[in-house]
């Protein structure tokens, strides 16, 4: 079964840290660029973050820019998401997602993860 499970979220204070994980079961992530969706209550699904199958490319959307760092351990088959200094407005659900293409566009993603909850609050 192909699959792609999300780690790490929880309840952080604002200011504080967070990493979430992504990790692949059934095939592996070499060849995909993964990328990073949340979605919070009442709003559309939106890009956070993606990396390229080699990392060399990655792109953030400008709020999380300087905040957030993506990368990727292939031999872990995981893909993880540091997020720093975390606002109330990051909080959503988590979602990760594979392609075989370049990633900058939402359809192209086939594999999609459950999500994990970020909530950032005092």
């Known amino acids: 079964q192909l699959q792609l499970v999300e780690s790490g979220g929880g309840l952080v204070q604002p200011g504080g840290s967070l990493r979430l994980s992504c990790t692949a079961s059934g095939f592996t992530l070499d060849y995909y660029t993964i990328g990073w969706f949340r979605q919070a209550p009442g709003k559309e699904r939106e890009g956070v973050s993606y990396?390229?199958?080699?990392?060399?490319?990655?792109y953030y959307r400008g709020p999380v820019k300087g905040r957030f760092t993506i990368s990727r351990d292939n031999a872990k088959n995981t893909v993880y998401l540091q997020m720093n200094s975390l606002k109330p407005e990051d909080t959503a659900v988590y979602y990760c997602a594979a392609t075989r293409g370049s990633g900058g566009y939402v359809h192209e993603y086939t594999y999609w993860g459950q999500g994990t909850q970020v909530t950032v609050s005092s």
């Open positions: 990396i390229s199958s080699d990392s060399t490319s990655t």
